[in-house]
């Protein structure tokens, strides 16, 4: 299983786009890239999954370069409730194990 | 539409006692897991069943069983309590046999104190 780097903790201000970057460089050609959101006593919540290039939802953006040794999950304006723990998972969920690993995730902070 | 319905929500238990965490979906989600997530951590994977009467193991097993007699619930038991085992417990389901991009579905949690 590919294992993930995130930063630990961000600041940001509301109204302004934040990017939350994850490393993966073990990953593997049949590995896809999720992210999720997990609030205090919830639990979590998919935000976006890519295998490469970009991929635009309601919410978010996920941008993986060609290499796919990382990828960057972007909120654009962000508001108080976007504070929360955002995981970036890498796995096969093709597979026959189909197992996802989750690391410490990165603790967004979103101020007034 | 429920989604992934887990409890109880809160549950106390001395050392040594035995208990079943239940987890019911109503998606027809052939993928269903069990995560715990100990204080500022992330989850860790503990079982999980890819369809009706089909269980592994994942990374921390030890300390509990599952089964999944039905596509819907997939019980886990702590066979004999101990302190480490206290964490929030956290069910999830998904579709089986490739990305959908709709990822997994997590129940609200469990919270387990062991004393």
């Known amino acids: 299983l590919a294992k993930t780097t995130q930063p630990i903790s961000m600041d940001s201000y509301e109204g302004q786009e934040v990017n939350i970057t994850c490393s993966h460089n073990n990953i593997a050609t049949n590995d896809y890239i999720t992210w999720y959101q997990q609030f205090p006593s919830q639990g979590p919540r998919f935000i976006i999954q890519?295998?490469?290039t970009k991929v635009t939802n309601e919410v978010a953006s996920l941008f993986i370069p060609a290499d796919r040794k990382s990828s960057t999950l972007s909120l654009p304006r962000v508001s108080l409730s976007d504070t929360a723990v955002y995981y970036c998972?890498?796995?096969?969920?093709?597979?026959?194990?189909?197992?996802?690993?989750f690391g410490s995730g990165t603790q967004l902070t979103v101020l007034p | 539409n429920a989604g992934v319905t887990q409890t109880p929500k809160f549950q106390v238990l001395k050392t040594g006692q035995s208990m079943t965490l239940q987890c019911a979906q109503d998606?027809?989600?052939?993928?269903m897991s069990w995560y715990r997530q100990d204080p500022g951590m992330g989850l860790r994977l503990i079982h999980y069943?890819?369809?009706?009467?089909?269980?592994d193991q994942g990374e921390v097993p030890n300390g509990y069983n599952v089964s999944r007699s039905t596509t819907e619930d997939f019980p886990l038991r702590l066979l004999s309590a101990a302190p480490s085992q206290t964490s929030v417990y956290f069910c999830?389901?998904?579709?089986?046999?490739?990305?959908?991009?709709?990822?997994?579905?997590f129940g609200s949690g469990t919270r387990l104190t062991v004393v």
């Open positions: 890519g295998y490469k």
């Open positions: 998606m027809n989600h052939e993928y």
């Open positions: 999830a389901s998904s579709y089986w046999g490739g990305n959908d991009n709709y990822g997994y579905t």
């Open positions: 998972l890498v796995g096969d969920e093709s597979g026959s194990a189909r197992q996802l690993t």
């Open positions: 069943s890819v369809g009706a009467g089909i269980t």
